[in-house]
């Protein structure tokens, strides 16, 4: 029974974890349209940077401030520097931003090479806690935490700031808010940073407890996309949801089929796209 | 550019423009030309034995998985990021029916190529509802999921390590011979993708790339096309892996791996989607580059995303579409 909690737990903070990633991946989605697979490879990037600041500082604060805005300004370049000569074409621009990907991988991997690396985390999240009769460790914790605490921040921010009105405008028409007269560029350039920030975020946060190593972008960018593809495009609640449900039958699956834990994820996901496209809470565009 | 956001109307793929008609001259030197590009091939294994035979059957075979691609990619506008997983099944499939289960290479590519067939009809089913962007995303989960298959199923796969083992029966073995095998099912096979897509089926599928609401419209079954031309382009996609495990004796998870398949469509794009025989340019161009680069260094991965990068901001309609582009800008200012 208490192993079943424990593997609900660790489900649920997994999926806390690919919020965060996937929250920003969807923001970028809805909006302009944009598959941005290098989301993975900003994923480990953020991470291996966290990695360092918090090594030389030793503060982990520090290093996921530092990832969010590092990582903030590699969006703000990949958009102004090379998706823009692009726009227009959603095919094209995805195909980049896998290019993207692989340069920014294989760069990942001659800095740092292939030896996994966990970033730091304080004192104060280290060790277990005790809940009941149930012991776990107290960082997962505070990632669930933290990623409530990203969800609400961003629906306060959609809900509430200029920004998020002309995200949600644009969502479900950009043409129209920039008939308007609202620089929407702008707006694509901001969201394309907070988007980035958020799988800057991801890595840091995925460094301290899944390691960080070559390969950790595609599997997170994976999931990712399971989780986008179930919730659909732009919304934040089907992202949670998606999270969730990709989250719990990823660390399921493992317990139950542990060689075929790829198809357990990908089965339901496969069913759910014969009879929604869109996903969950996709919208037509 | 005006700041016109992007539309899920643009999803599709500019294929090249098709060629002109020709005149008699014209068409008599691509016939001198085909002729002069068919005794180079032939002439291949004794010119250059060795590793640069091996290099070219490499081409040949990268260049079906390309075409096959193309066929979707060029003709029905449905770019896949999946073919590399239906190509990995296939060798997968051979490999472990003449290693595991020490059966005939033959009756194994039979099974390959069945298996691929199948994967396809499934990735198929799911795909075809979707267009666009959509249906990248969902090519791309579904090859994934055949990487991570393979990755963990390890009883059957062999995991990372793969699966390793003498397909090609011994009569094969030397290498011109091989390369004629190669030659003349590659060619078969290019033969029968070009039919294909020259056919008022492929007429069909190019009329669903432009407008799909006309073609429903007209009284075509949409989904029905779509379905038959990606179970048609997972065939020729499973062939292709089972040469390349007649020729590499090996598979793992790499494979399968989406690298695979970006690789392919890369091929795609430099020898221009929707020009078919661009495949093989491309194949020839990514393969020869792929060996000139690690020879230098091994940051290939780099080179190919940089590739993909300047492809795309430069020239998008590829090498192919490119020549014919500035040929016809050269051509309407004499005609002027």
Not at chain 2, 39 to 47: C, G, I, K, S, T
Request: aromatic content about 12%; glycine content about 12%; hydrophobic content about 55%.
């Amino acid at each position: 029974m208490s192993m079943t909690v424990f593997q609900a737990l660790n489900g649920a903070t997994f999926a806390a974890l690919l919020f965060i990633v996937a929250s920003g991946f969807t923001l970028i989605f809805g909006l302009m349209r944009i598959v941005n697979l290098a989301h993975g490879a900003l994923y480990l990037v953020g991470g291996y940077l966290g990695l360092v600041v918090a090594g030389r500082s030793g503060s982990f604060t520090l290093a996921l401030v530092g990832a969010a805005i590092a990582i903030a300004i590699v969006g703000f370049l990949t958009y102004t520097l090379l998706l823009r000569f692009v726009g227009g074409n959603v095919l094209r621009q995805v195909l980049l931003t896998l290019g993207l990907a692989l340069v920014l991988d294989d760069l990942a991997l001659v800095i740092f090479g292939g030896d996994a690396f966990t970033v730091p985390i304080p004192e104060t999240l280290r060790g277990p806690v005790q809940i009941g009769t149930l012991v776990y460790p107290k960082y997962r914790l505070f990632l669930l935490l933290f990623s409530v605490l990203v969800f609400i921040a961003l629906a306060l921010l959609l809900r509430y700031t200029r920004l998020g009105a002309l995200i949600r405008a644009g969502v479900d028409d950009s043409e129209m808010v920039d008939a308007m007269g609202i620089d929407i560029r702008r707006v694509f350039i901001y969201t394309f940073m907070v988007g980035a920030a958020l799988a800057g975020v991801g890595g840091v946060l995925g460094g301290a407890f899944l390691t960080l190593y070559p390969t950790a972008d595609s599997d997170i960018l994976v999931f990712s996309l399971a989780v986008v593809i179930i919730g659909g495009r732009g919304s934040l609640v089907g992202t949670a949801i998606g999270s969730l449900f990709v989250g719990m039958l990823a660390t399921f699956g493992q317990v139950w089929f542990p060689e075929l834990a790829y198809f357990v994820i990908f089965g339901p996901m496969a069913l759910l796209l014969a009879f929604r496209p869109l996903g969950l809470f996709g919208k037509t565009a | 550019m005006s700041a016109a956001p992007p539309t899920e109307g643009e999803a599709g793929w500019e294929a090249v423009a098709p060629a002109r008609r020709r005149t008699p001259a014209a068409s008599r030197t691509r016939i001198v030309l085909a002729v002069i590009f068919a005794a180079l091939l032939v002439a291949v294994p004794f010119v250059v034995p060795g590793y640069k035979t091996s290099l070219v059957i490499e081409t040949l075979i990268f260049a079906t998985l390309a075409m096959s691609i193309d066929l979707l990619a060029g003709y029905a506008g449905r770019v896949s990021l999946g073919h590399g997983a239906i190509f990995g099944i296939a060798t997968y499939v051979v490999l472990y029916h003449v290693t595991t289960n020490a059966g005939s290479p033959w009756v194994g590519m039979l099974l390959g190529v069945v298996a691929a067939t199948l994967a396809a009809v499934v990735f198929a089913l799911l795909a075809i509802r979707t267009s666009g962007v959509y249906f990248l995303l969902l090519t791309l989960a579904l090859g994934m999921i055949v990487w991570g298959m393979c990755l963990r199923w390890t009883s059957v796969t062999g995991g990372e390590n793969g699966l390793r083992g003498t397909v090609a029966p011994a009569w094969l073995s030397p290498q011109p011979v091989f390369y004629f095998f190669i030659l003349i099912v590659t060619s078969v096979m290019t033969w029968l993708m070009w039919r294909f897509a020259r056919s008022p089926f492929g007429l069909t599928l190019q009329g669903i790339r432009e407008s799909e609401s006309r073609m429903r419209a007209l009284g075509y079954n949409v989904p029905l096309h779509l379905f038959i031309a990606f179970t048609v382009s997972g065939f020729f996609a499973g062939l292709a892996g089972t040469l390349y495990a007649f020729f590499n004796s090996f598979v793992s998870p790499a494979t399968v791996a989406l690298a695979q398949s970006v690789e392919g469509l890369l091929m795609v794009i430099v020898g221009g989607v929707g020009t078919l025989f661009g495949g093989l340019v491309g194949a020839a161009v990514i393969i020869a580059l792929e060996n000139v680069v690690s020879f230098y260094t091994e940051r290939w991965p780099m080179v190919l995303g940089l590739m993909f990068i300047v492809t795309m901001i430069f020239a998008p309609e590829g090498l192919l579409g490119w020549g014919r582009a500035v040929l016809a800008r050269r051509a309407s200012r004499k005609e002027s």
